[in-house]
């Protein structure tokens, strides 16, 4: 074996070395992990639009009184953290369904009638958001509405939001 050949084998070896640490400096760097800070929500003067927004407002204020949840338990979902352990603000996701009349016979979320709500801008971003959130889990209405919500703010934290 040539001494030239030898040389260009130790720096393929070497090469691949850099490739590899650089590469789990980059997954390191790169890839979503504990530390790294959530997305955050879009909010501005046009988004969520102003239209739903005022809309939600009054029909939040009739679920408000009739669930009992704090106002402050719905900006917390709407714009920190997933948390579970509300089951007003559950029962509020549901109320809300319910007075925006998105609902079926039986009260449950029903999704073309939801989509007919949406902006017509927003439309692709909606459906997308929803796209496998099609199956709800839950042992009542409140806790299947959580579910959509939850599912919705999982898929897109940027424009997800709840009033
Ligand atoms: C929902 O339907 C009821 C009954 O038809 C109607 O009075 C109400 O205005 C509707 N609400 C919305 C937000 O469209």
């Known amino acids: 074996m040539s001494s030239s050949r030898v040389c260009w084998r130790s720096r393929l070896a070497l090469c691949l ?13 790169c890839m979503p992990d504990a530390t790294t ?5 879009r909010r501005d003067a046009d988004y969520p639009p102003p ?10 204020v009739e679920c408000i009184a009739e669930t ?12 920190e953290d997933i948390f579970e352990d509300d089951y007003k603000l559950k029962c509020y996701m549901s109320c809300l369904f319910r ?20 902006p017509i801008e927003y439309e692709d971003i909606m459906l997308k958001m929803g796209a496998r959130c099609t199956k709800p889990k839950g042992k009542d ?4 509405a959580f579910w959509f919500h939850k599912c919705w703010k999982k898929s897109d934290p940027v424009y997800y939001y709840l009033v």
Request: glycine share 8%; charged share 20%; proline share 6%.
């Open 141 to 144: 209405q409140c806790e299947r």
């Open 17 to 29: 070395t850099l490739l590899l640490v650089t590469g789990h400096w980059w997954d390191a760097m």
């Open 99 to 118: 007075l925006t009349n998105v609902t079926d016979d039986n009260g449950e979320l029903h999704l073309g009638k939801l989509l007919d709500t949406i």
């Open 68 to 79: 009992g949840v704090s106002p402050s338990a719905i900006k917390r979902f709407s714009d």
């Open 51 to 60: 239209k739903s927004v005022a809309l939600l407002t009054r029909l939040g």
């Open 37 to 41: 800070p959530r997305p955050v929500p």
